[in-house]
């Protein structure tokens, strides 16, 4: 497996030139072997990097089965379905993962912070939570996608268990050790995404942020704006209702 971060990002020419960032194999991203030749070129459509992508990692890492982009935007994915209609590429499985909203508002906040980022309200950012599952959902459904929905909080609690459903989604054989031993040793070439990205030792382990929990206005505003209250409860039942079939069948 290899892991690209935040492809979409890197798509749309930033990480490059001013911002020279470094990739998480200890690169700068215009010295990493997969980065390093990709940079943008003025006035080329976004499709020509993907092709360019595909064809320079199938050529470098012919062992690699499967990668994972971790765009998290309809934008990010729509560019492999197209290229997958394309025949450029063999097959897409798609995770939806998903944080509950209060959790979410709580991390995006300090996000925001740290990185000197505008702040905005609470709703604000529970409606923009909101809104992006419902565009996503659609998405999905309108183009007849397949996909695993998944619980970040699961994923904290249960981890062997929701690995174990996602690698049989992706066809991805072995154990979550032997996949932990991989996030350790293993190719990560991610410029952006999570912060403990660089951090071999960190990124392969999960540690829950409670910090929601002890939050008066989250807990009260999300109660209150009932349509995200109700998207939070029904992504989570949906969520724990497709483990548990997928439990059930393993056990069949
Ligand atoms: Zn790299």
């Known amino acids: 497996m290899l892991g690209l971060g935040e492809i979409r990002m890197l798509a749309t020419g930033r990480g490059w030139r001013d911002e020279n960032k470094s ?11 997969v980065w390093g030749d990709l940079s943008p070129v003025d006035g080329q459509p976004k499709s ?42 063999s097959d897409i499985r798609i995770v939806y993962l ?5 959790s979410w508002v709580v991390s995006d906040e300090a996000a925001r912070c740290r990185k000197d980022r505008r702040k905005r309200p609470l709703v604000s950012s529970m ?38 459903r996602l690698m049989d ?13 991989g996030l350790r040793c293993g190719e990560v070439h991610d410029v952006f995404g999570n912060r403990v990205k660089s951090d071999a030792e960190r990124r392969s382990s999960l540690v829950y942020e409670d910090a929601w929990q002890y939050s008066t206005p989250v807990n009260l505003f999300t109660l209150m704006l009932w349509p995200v209250w109700r998207m939070n ?5 949906q969520a724990n209702r497709d483990s548990d079939d997928a439990g059930n069948q393993a056990a069949v």
């Open 127 to 164: 409606l923009e939570w909101w809104r992006c599952q419902i565009d996503l959902q659609k998405f999905l459904v309108t183009n007849h996608l397949e996909y695993r929905l998944v619980s970040y909080e699961a994923m904290v609690f249960q981890l062997n268990e929701q690995m174990r």
């Open 23 to 33: 990739c998480s194999c200890g690169l700068n991203v215009t010295a990493c072997p």
């Open 233 to 237: 409860v029904n992504l989570r039942e």
């Open 98 to 102: 998903v944080r509950d909203v209060r």
């Open 169 to 181: 989604f992706a066809g991805i054989s072995g154990g979550w050790d032997d996949l932990q031993r």
């Open 48 to 89: 020509a990097w993907y092709r360019r992508l595909v064809s320079g990692l199938s050529n470098q890492y012919p062992q690699a089965t499967h990668w994972v982009d971790s765009s998290k935007t309809i934008e990010g994915l729509q560019v492999w379905l197209d290229l997958l209609r394309e025949g450029v590429i």
